[in-house]
């Protein structure tokens, strides 16, 4: 779909973030500038005044909004981690693509409400509005949502990151966040809404982010428990004997009550203080450490209110490992 006042800025897959990986993620709130930018056709560019958005299907009041008038509606924020499940060509490699942001925005429940929703449907379609080939694939960027999903507070209609309205890289004007969940369901240059009886049949929801379960597939949804040490990185100048602190964030959809550091390679472990969770925003841990002269391998590992982990390895959510030189 080609629409007027609308034009690709760059084909293609792209993937941006900030070089120190993991490390340059000091602060609680990411600046844009260290948040990594996904897309898988390209990154489009809309006139604001062109944008429109159609919430069509099982809908008493069929609706086509502007701009203003998604503007005139009553907005919210919400703090939320943001994390890309990966590429979905390799998806048990960790790529710990992160960020913890503020969004802002329209809750989608009240634009479903305008449109009058069914009570038949029971699947939230959304569809991005760029166009181009990924994987072989050319058709629309559409995910789905199940509809107790769709109609809880956090989802929003997002029209601005951390108090500044979407660039056209981040999806603006006006994108899907689906805090909690892999950023995948957040589809970016949002164009349509369809209400349904039944999940979407395209390739981004059938082919790519499914996850082999026991009973088939696993739509990539809800965020695994996981972890990351920020400091010290493999950079570091560490001296023997100086009192350093290891530390991190630890995030999930659930919230996250342990996580423990080893400073043996995973030989024994020891508990680290965990820090408050705002909304579903990443929670700080820390530890303090007074190293020995030589090399360490340093780990994180968190668990979550369910009891649920992180796999030692081969998952998207693997264990983060750092290595670091402690001098004299
Ligand atoms: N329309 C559209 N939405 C999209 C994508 C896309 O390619 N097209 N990529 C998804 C993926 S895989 C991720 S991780 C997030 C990335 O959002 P960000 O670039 O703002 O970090 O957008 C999601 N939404
Ligand atoms: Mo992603």
């Known amino acids: 779909m080609r629409r007027m006042g609308m034009h690709m800025l760059k084909k293609g897959f792209s993937f941006q973030g900030p070089a120190e990986g993991v490390h340059a993620l000091k602060s609680w709130i990411t600046p844009e500038d260290d948040l990594f930018l996904v897309t898988h056709m390209g ?149 349509s809404i369809t209400a349904a009886n039944r999940r979407a049949r395209g390739a981004y929801t059938t082919r790519f982010y499914n996850d082999p379960a026991p009973s088939g597939l696993k739509p990539v949804w809800g965020v695994a428990p996981e972890s990351v040490i920020v400091s010290p990185s493999p950079n570091d100048l560490l001296l023997a004997d100086v009192p350093t602190e290891i530390s991190g964030w630890a995030w999930g959809d659930r919230e996250i009550s342990t996580v423990e550091v080893s400073v043996d390679g995973g030989g024994s472990w020891q508990t680290a203080t965990v820090g408050p969770r705002k909304d579903k925003s990443w929670q700080r841990f820390e530890l303090p450490w007074l190293p020995k002269s030589g090399q360490h391998v340093l780990l994180c590992r968190c668990t979550n209110e369910l009891g649920e982990g992180q796999p030692p390895c081969d998952a998207r959510n693997a264990v983060h490992a750092v290595q670091v030189v402690v001098g004299n």
């Open 43 to 191: 990154f489009l560019n809309i006139d604001p005044e062109h944008w429109h958005l159609d919430v069509d299907g099982l809908v008493g009041n069929p609706t086509r909004l502007r701009l203003p008038d998604l503007q005139a509606m009553p907005q919210r924020e919400y703090m939320s981690f943001h994390e890309c499940a990966g590429s979905p060509l390799t998806p048990t490699v960790a790529k710990r693509r992160i960020g913890n942001v503020i969004w802002k925005g329209v809750p989608l429940s009240l634009v479903l409400e305008h449109a009058e929703i069914s009570k038949q449907a029971s699947f939230i379609w959304t569809s991005g509005l760029e166009w181009g080939e990924y994987a072989g694939v050319e058709e629309p960027y559409q995910k789905d949502l199940p509809i107790e999903k769709a109609l809880a507070e956090e989802i929003l209609l997002a029209l601005e990151i951390n108090g500044r309205p979407l660039t056209p890289e981040r999806g603006g004007p006006v994108r899907l966040v689906v805090p909690g969940w892999y950023g995948t369901n957040s589809v970016k240059w949002i164009g």
